[in-house]
Nanobody
């Protein structure tokens, strides 16, 4: 499975951006896709996840109410819509995949495949 996250960039605070995670290779709809982020000097943090089969989703505490995860199975793509961005959202955003018929996972160790990540910088 190959994952490519893209869509990052430089945004002003209170702005918005949408990230995409495109999956290819031995992928299917029975999988959980997770979004994580890592800022310099900080640990990897869970952002959101979604199951491509049953649609179940979770959102991390720090982004709940501002970020929304969604999917387009026909395009093998999962999106992360980020609204009301804050400077503390600045990080490298990564997507990850594991096979799962139901549910999605907020723990990074649950995932088997990782993409390269895309940078987000939010200026104040």
């Amino acid at each position: 499975v190959q994952l490519q996250a893209f869509g990052g960039g430089l945004v002003q605070a209170r702005g918005y951006l949408r990230l995409s995670c495109a999956a290819s290779g031995r992928t299917s709809t029975s999988e959980s896709i997770g979004w994580f982020r890592q800022a310099p000097g900080k640990e990897r943090q869970f952002v959101a996840c979604i199951n491509r089969y049953d649609g179940s989703r979770k959102t991390g505490d720090s982004v709940r109410g501002r970020f929304t995860v969604s999917k387009d199975n026909a395009k093998n793509t999962v999106y992360l819509q980020m609204d009301s961005l804050k400077p503390e959202d600045t990080a490298v955003y990564l997507c990850a995949q594991r096979q799962a018929r139901y549910d999605c996972f907020s723990n990074a160790i649950a995932y088997h495949y990782w993409g390269q990540g895309t940078d987000l910088t939010v200026s104040s």
